[in-house]
């Protein structure tokens, strides 16, 4: 029953996904006159619609959540996780359209701290802020069935293999940099990348840029065999929740009583969740452990700041994320002949007041604004590194497999492989 | 209650659950691979930028009277143009559902797959522990990689996409009053007149005089002075700031700039009657100038760009991009930031300006260009781009064939019609780091440099032009060449002063002196006036003999060169601005 409705819903996806690669273009009217009348040109009115539900959407988002942990503590139902998943998706998603959801309230959030004339509404932050206290108590249950993107992936999912811890180690660096990118373009008004990047939301919305529904159906493909690629190597919220959740007070465990260590559970994990039990014996001595660790720790600060200085270093092609650098380039590069033809950009700025001097001189500005932003997320992606590396210099001790609180999605996928029978009332 | 997975196998369905996997697999490739050929039709076949239908659209509205027959014309393509895009639509359409169809079954079929031949839980013969272990030192090595990766990587991209191209191009280029706000309409701008070459002439617009030659009008100019008596010494002004730029004169007004090494830039104005300040400015706050100062040597500083007038205006440039125009009564004409010229030593050519265009020679370590710029409202007239890198300043040369802009670089001596940009002629015959500007006499453009060779180069006015003869004894570092027609005569920073014939290149007469030269000599009259760097003013005969006719200590080092104007020399040395005068005059 689980693989039948995940097996059907992946196909409504994948559906919609290419429906929406159908969305037809906007052209002029034809030319000279003809008896075809020209429709009137309707723009619906700001404002409340029958779509803002205001703060239903929190109650909504903390029922879900609450619902989640349920079915992670209580019910300990991967099923339950899994309808949860389809109400999620269809909801937050197809019905909400995506927005708002609590990823792109990140950069909503940063706005707010970052820009001074930029406000955010209170509901925008409840978005940004429930998930992240369910994960400061009960681990990812956010991830495990109520995020929109979570659920298309995890439904998608249908043969997942598992890749090299180290890999997936190093591909998860993949959420540090988009999210320094993400808060960097937000610092410098370049705009919000995690939106406009946003692989699902084109799906949601039944259109978008073909590159970007090309975009959303790689990953859905991909998916299918790496489950959850965006969860695990690109989504910013996640680095969040994931700091959090290795807080949490509360976390999903394997087995519902004592683990007897049949050791079934080794593999179940697709994102390689699981933490191995250490090893008994000393596998190396530990005096080079210790020097590995001293020399992590001393390498760290300059590590970090190499990061600055090349991020600093980057303000060239960093400053590109801003649309008025990308205007700038264009228009000195049409202007020097370097290239010719215009494009929409270019056209609609030079039918503008704003002169090709002002222009540039903004995008200079801008220019400068990278610099330091550049400084800052060099030396943030070199920090993760550092810390990565530190952590993986010290061997925690573990008797048995235990879900690792910074990653794991509390999916559930784990509980079939556990043995171990629930105590009556556990 | 905890599920259970079952693990039960059934090889019939199996295989029926493979061969629909693969048969719907191939299946959804197929089409997936039409629709990505059909969404390139559709790009091409767009209505909105069909080629051919643009051009029809042009050619009709630029008939003056209405053509039926176009008409309908532009109108069946219009009409065929729009089917062709809605068929590949909804070719497009249909194409989505049998891909939708295909997907179905493929997914479907592989689940099934997986359900009937579940693979049980592997218990790995590694000892698990030791996985974990073995797992933790790969990823220190990966992770180790990665950030090597990254940093590199981030520098690869820094390097490969520096673009200089566009950070500065005519930049806030508005003109600006003090509040920031237009201070010209376009009327006034265009009626703006500018001063013609023979008006030029007998000013010191610019470093060097007109068209930067090192060519002094008058030839009254003073033979002697005594600074520590005075005599001779129409007034004189210590100088509060540094800058090695050189004085610019017009009528009654003297412009020069200073910076200090904090980065303030100031602009000042003189009486030449009698050295009073009429105004200085401090340069700040321009759109577009970066709050970090590039990095500069000392010998370089943040001002040692000479400043140009032009009409009433007067423009000054500085190390870190900013340029700005005042009025003769200090008042902000225009100003912005260039962008920051990427130079390891520091921006130093100076201004050079014509015909109502101020030109800008900014070449860098990459995407160099020689900007010509409306000197009314600063905005940008044409943008050349230049290769090679340099630290010279441009000349304005009058030939028979009509003024070019001449400019050196690290590899080349390169003419531009000062009127569009357009590159004239190249030779390639300089090398190493070039900061002596060119000079120009009598068809004959001589280009010199330490560490390449002396150059003479006769304009013919074609795309060809022949390189007369090299030199390559003793070159100068810093100081530019002058030429009087028949000969060139240049200046080394070793202290040797060579006159080399201009049409055969053979060295006439060479003159040791005791200090070498940064300042440039300039011909006034039959005679040439060089400081050296501690000061001395070498008056020396022009000709085919070495003759030197005086030498008049300032008493302390000079880089800049002096302006020479009716029966005075305006002189900067490091502390003080000097006004000399004839004693007769």
Same mark, same amino acid.
């Given at each position: 029953?689980?693989?039948?409705?995940?097996?059907?819903?992946?196909?409504?996806?994948?559906?919609?996904?290419?429906?929406?690669?159908?969305?037809?273009?906007?052209?002029?009217?034809?030319?000279?006159?003809?008896?075809?009348?020209?429709?009137?040109?309707?723009?619906?009115?700001?404002?409340?619609?029958?779509?803002?539900?205001?703060?239903?959407?929190?109650?909504?988002?903390?029922?879900?959540?609450?619902?989640?942990?349920?079915?992670?503590?209580?019910?300990?139902?991967?099923?339950?996780?899994?309808?949860?998943?389809?109400?999620?998706?269809?909801?937050?998603?197809?019905?909400?359209?995506?927005?708002?959801?609590?990823?792109?309230?990140?950069?909503?959030?940063?706005?707010?701290?970052?820009?001074?004339?930029?406000?955010?509404?209170?509901?925008?932050?409840?978005?940004?802020?429930?998930?992240?206290?369910?994960?400061?108590?009960?681990?990812?249950?956010?991830?495990?069935?109520?995020?929109?993107?979570?659920?298309?992936?995890?439904?998608?999912?249908?043969?997942?293999?598992?890749?090299?811890?180290?890999?997936?180690?190093?591909?998860?660096?993949?959420?540090?940099?988009?999210?320094?990118?993400?808060?960097?373009?937000?610092?410098?008004?370049?705009?919000?990348?995690?939106?406009?990047?946003?692989?699902?939301?084109?799906?949601?919305?039944?259109?978008?840029?073909?590159?970007?529904?090309?975009?959303?159906?790689?990953?859905?493909?991909?998916?299918?065999?790496?489950?959850?690629?965006?969860?695990?190597?690109?989504?910013?919220?996640?680095?969040?929740?994931?700091?959090?959740?290795?807080?949490?007070?509360?976390?999903?465990?394997?087995?519902?009583?004592?683990?007897?260590?049949?050791?079934?559970?080794?593999?179940?994990?697709?994102?390689?969740?699981?933490?191995?039990?250490?090893?008994?014996?000393?596998?190396?001595?530990?005096?080079?452990?210790?020097?590995?660790?001293?020399?992590?720790?001393?390498?760290?600060?300059?590590?970090?700041?190499?990061?600055?200085?090349?991020?600093?270093?980057?303000?060239?092609?960093?400053?590109?994320?801003?649309?008025?650098?990308?205007?700038?380039?264009?228009?000195?590069?049409?202007?020097?002949?370097?290239?010719?033809?215009?494009?929409?950009?270019?056209?609609?700025?030079?039918?503008?007041?704003?002169?090709?001097?002002?222009?540039?001189?903004?995008?200079?500005?801008?220019?400068?604004?990278?610099?330091?932003?550049?400084?800052?997320?060099?030396?943030?992606?070199?920090?993760?590194?550092?810390?990565?590396?530190?952590?993986?210099?010290?061997?925690?001790?573990?008797?048995?497999?235990?879900?690792?609180?910074?990653?794991?999605?509390?999916?559930?996928?784990?509980?079939?492989?556990?043995?171990?029978?629930?105590?009556?009332?556990? | 209650?905890?599920?259970? #997975?079952?693990?039960?196998?059934?090889?019939?369905?199996?295989?029926?659950?493979?061969?629909?996997?693969?048969?719907?697999?191939?299946?959804?490739?197929?089409?997936?691979?039409?629709?990505?050929?059909?969404?390139?039709?559709?790009?091409?076949?767009?209505?909105?930028?069909?080629?051919?239908?643009?051009?029809?659209?042009?050619?009709?509205?630029?008939?003056?009277?209405?053509?039926?027959?176009?008409?309908?014309?532009?109108?069946?393509?219009?009409?065929?143009?729009?089917?062709?895009?809605?068929?590949?639509?909804?070719?497009?359409?249909?194409?989505?559902?049998?891909?939708?169809?295909?997907?179905?079954?493929?997914?479907?079929?592989?689940?099934?797959?997986?359900?009937?031949?579940?693979?049980?839980?592997?218990?790995?013969?590694?000892?698990?522990?030791? #996985?974990?272990?073995?797992?933790?030192?790969?990823?220190?090595?990966?992770?180790?990689?990665?950030?090597?990766?990254?940093?590199?990587?981030?520098?690869?991209?820094?390097?490969?996409?520096?673009?200089?191209?566009?950070?500065?191009?005519?930049?806030?280029?508005?003109?600006?009053?003090?509040?920031?706000?237009?201070?010209?309409?376009?009327?006034?701008?265009?009626?703006?007149?500018?001063?013609?070459?023979?008006?030029?002439?007998? =000013?010191?617009?610019?470093?060097?005089?007109?068209?930067?030659?090192?060519?002094?009008?008058?030839?009254?100019?003073?033979?002697?002075?005594?600074?520590?008596?005075?005599?001779?010494?129409?007034?004189?002004?210590?100088?509060?700031?540094?800058?090695?730029?050189?004085?610019?004169?017009?009528?009654?007004?003297?412009?020069?700039?200073?910076?200090?090494?904090?980065?303030?830039?100031?602009?000042?104005?003189?009486?030449?009657?009698?050295?009073?300040? #009429?105004?200085?400015?401090?340069?700040?706050?321009?759109?577009?100038?970066?709050?970090?100062?590039?990095?500069?040597?000392?010998?370089?500083?943040?001002?040692?760009?000479?400043?140009?007038?032009?009409?009433?205006?007067?423009?000054?440039?500085?190390?870190?991009?900013?340029?700005?125009?005042?009025?003769?009564?200090?008042?902000?004409?225009?100003?912005?930031?260039?962008?920051?010229?990427?130079?390891?030593?520091?921006?130093?050519?100076?201004?050079?300006?014509?015909?109502?265009?101020?030109?800008?020679?900014?070449?860098?370590?990459?995407?160099?260009?020689?900007?010509?710029?409306?000197?009314?409202?600063?905005?940008?007239?044409?943008?050349?781009? #230049?290769?090679?890198?340099?630290?010279?300043?441009?000349?304005?040369?009058?030939?028979?064939?009509?003024?070019?802009?001449?400019?050196?670089?690290?590899?080349?001596?390169?003419?531009?019609?000062?009127?569009?940009?357009?590159?004239?002629?190249?030779?390639?015959?300089?090398?190493?780091?070039?900061?002596?500007?060119?000079?120009?006499?009598?068809?004959?453009?001589?280009?010199?440099?330490?560490?390449? =060779?002396?150059?003479?180069?006769?304009?013919?006015?074609?795309?060809?032009?022949?390189?007369?003869?090299?030199?390559?004894?003793?070159?100068?570092?810093?100081?530019?060449?002058?030429?009087?027609?028949?000969?060139?005569?240049?200046?080394?920073?070793?202290?040797?002063?060579?006159?080399?014939?201009?049409?055969?290149?053979?060295?006439?007469?060479?003159?040791?002196?005791?200090?070498?030269?940064?300042?440039?000599?300039?011909?006034?009259?039959?005679?040439?006036?060089?400081?050296?760097?501690?000061?001395?003013? =070498?008056?020396?005969?022009?000709?085919?003999?070495?003759?030197?006719?005086?030498?008049?200590?300032?008493?302390?080092?000079?880089?800049?060169?002096?302006?020479?104007?009716?029966?005075?020399?305006?002189?900067?040395?490091?502390?003080?601005?000097?006004?000399?005068?004839? =004693?007769?005059?």
């Amino acid at each position: 029953m689980n693989k039948f409705s995940s097996t059907v819903l992946a196909v409504i996806v994948l559906f919609l996904a290419t429906g929406a690669g159908a969305i037809e273009l906007k052209f002029p009217p034809p030319d000279f006159q003809t008896s075809y009348a020209l429709p009137d040109i309707y723009a619906p009115e700001p404002g409340i619609t029958a779509k803002d539900f205001g703060w239903w959407d929190t109650v909504i988002l903390f029922g879900a959540l609450s619902l989640a942990t349920f079915f992670v503590f209580k019910a300990r139902s991967r099923r339950g996780l899994f309808l949860l998943s389809i109400f999620s998706l269809g909801f937050f998603g197809f019905y909400r359209t995506g927005c708002i959801c609590p990823v792109g309230s990140t950069q909503n959030v940063m706005a707010a701290i970052f820009l001074p004339d930029v406000g955010v509404s209170a509901i925008v932050v409840s978005f940004f802020v429930l998930p992240l206290l369910f994960s400061l108590f009960f681990g990812r249950v956010f991830c495990a069935s109520v995020c929109p993107l979570g659920a298309i992936q995890e439904l998608v999912a249908v043969a997942p293999i598992r890749i090299s811890p180290a890999l997936e180690r190093v591909l998860a660096l993949g959420k540090y940099i988009y999210l320094g990118l993400a808060v960097l373009g937000v610092a410098t008004g370049a705009g919000f990348m995690i939106c406009r990047y946003d692989p699902f939301v084109g799906i949601y919305r039944m259109g978008h840029s073909y590159n970007m529904l090309l975009a959303g159906a790689a990953i859905l493909i991909l998916g299918v065999f790496v489950a959850r690629p965006y969860c695990r190597f690109l989504c910013p919220y996640g680095v969040l929740l994931g700091w959090m959740s290795y807080f949490s007070k509360f976390h999903l465990d394997i087995p519902p009583s004592p683990c007897v260590s049949c050791r079934l559970c080794e593999d179940s994990c697709p994102y390689n969740a699981i933490d191995m039990p250490t090893p008994a014996n000393l596998v190396e001595k530990p005096e080079l452990g210790k020097k590995r660790l001293r020399l992590t720790l001393l390498v760290s600060p300059l590590l970090i700041l190499a990061g600055a200085l090349v991020g600093y270093l980057m303000y060239e092609p960093l400053s590109r994320m801003h649309p008025t650098v990308t205007l700038s380039e264009q228009i000195a590069l049409e202007d020097l002949g370097i290239m010719s033809g215009e494009n929409l950009d270019t056209d609609t700025f030079r039918t503008s007041d704003v002169t090709s001097a002002e222009l540039h001189a903004d995008a200079n500005a801008i220019r400068e604004q990278f610099k330091t932003g550049g400084a800052w997320f060099g030396a943030f992606i070199m920090l993760i590194v550092s810390l990565k590396l530190v952590g993986l210099s010290i061997v925690k001790k573990r008797d048995i497999f235990t879900p690792n609180k910074e990653t794991c999605f509390s999916c559930g996928r784990c509980y079939p492989y556990c043995p171990v029978e629930a105590e009556p009332g556990a | 209650m905890l599920e259970k #997975r079952e693990f039960e196998k059934n090889d019939f369905m199996w295989r029926v659950s493979a061969m629909l996997t693969f048969v719907s697999g191939f299946f959804s490739l197929l089409v997936f691979i039409l629709l990505v050929i059909n969404y390139l039709q559709i790009r091409a076949a767009d209505p909105v930028d069909n080629e051919m239908l643009t051009q029809m659209r042009i050619e009709y509205a630029a008939l003056p009277d209405e053509d039926v027959v176009l008409a309908k014309r532009i109108q069946e393509l219009d009409l065929l143009t729009r089917k062709a895009y809605f068929t590949t639509q909804n070719h497009l359409r249909v194409g989505a559902i049998l891909l939708l169809v295909g997907v179905t079954i493929f997914m479907v079929a592989f689940k099934s797959m997986t359900r009937w031949r579940p693979e049980r839980p592997q218990l790995a013969e590694v000892p698990t522990a030791e #996985r974990e272990f073995l797992a933790m030192a790969e990823s220190r090595n990966l992770i180790t990689w990665a950030a090597v990766l990254l940093l590199g990587g981030g520098l690869m991209a820094s390097y490969f996409s520096e673009s200089a191209l566009v950070p500065g191009v005519n930049a806030g280029a508005t003109a600006t009053g003090d509040e920031g706000g237009p201070v010209a309409d376009a009327v006034d701008v265009i009626a703006k007149e500018f001063p013609d070459w023979a008006a030029m002439e007998t =000013q010191w617009p610019s470093f060097r005089g007109a068209g930067a030659l090192g060519l002094a009008h008058f030839v009254n100019a003073p033979m002697d002075w005594d600074v520590e008596s005075g005599d001779g010494i129409r007034w004189k002004v210590e100088l509060e700031v540094s800058g090695t730029n050189s004085p610019v004169v017009w009528g009654e007004h003297l412009f020069m700039s200073s910076a200090t090494e904090e980065g303030e830039f100031t602009v000042y104005c003189y009486n030449t009657e009698d050295g009073t300040l #009429r105004w200085s400015n401090k340069v700040e706050g321009l759109k577009g100038s970066p709050a970090e100062l590039p990095e500069v040597t000392e010998d370089t500083g943040y001002a040692s760009c000479s400043m140009v007038v032009h009409g009433d205006q007067v423009f000054a440039i500085f190390a870190n991009g900013d340029i700005v125009s005042y009025d003769f009564e200090g008042k902000q004409i225009w100003g912005y930031n260039l962008g920051v010229p990427e130079n390891h030593y520091g921006h130093s050519s100076s201004l050079l300006a014509y015909g109502g265009l101020l030109y800008v020679q900014k070449d860098q370590n990459e995407n160099g260009k020689v900007i010509a710029l409306d000197a009314a409202t600063g905005a940008e007239k044409w943008v050349t781009a #230049r290769e090679e890198i340099s630290w010279a300043s441009p000349a304005m040369a009058q030939t028979e064939f009509g003024p070019q802009l001449i400019l050196v670089s690290e590899e080349d001596v390169d003419a531009y019609d000062p009127a569009t940009g357009t590159l004239l002629w190249r030779q390639s015959v300089l090398g190493g780091e070039v900061a002596p500007s060119p000079t120009y006499n009598n068809g004959i453009v001589f280009a010199a440099n330490e560490y390449a =060779q002396a150059v003479a180069i006769q304009v013919t006015g074609e795309k060809e032009t022949e390189v007369l003869w090299e030199y390559d004894d003793l070159l100068p570092e810093v100081s530019s060449p002058v030429g009087d027609g028949e000969r060139f005569y240049f200046a080394t920073s070793m202290g040797e002063i060579v006159c080399l014939d201009a049409k055969t290149g053979e060295e006439l007469w060479l003159a040791e002196l005791d200090d070498g030269f940064y300042s440039s000599p300039v011909l006034v009259g039959d005679k040439l006036y060089i400081l050296d760097i501690p000061g001395n003013m =070498q008056i020396i005969r022009a000709g085919a003999e070495y003759e030197l006719i005086k030498t008049i200590a300032m008493g302390e080092d000079t880089f800049a060169t002096p302006a020479f104007l009716d029966g005075r020399i305006y002189l900067r040395t490091a502390n003080h601005l000097y006004c000399i005068e004839a =004693q007769d005059g």
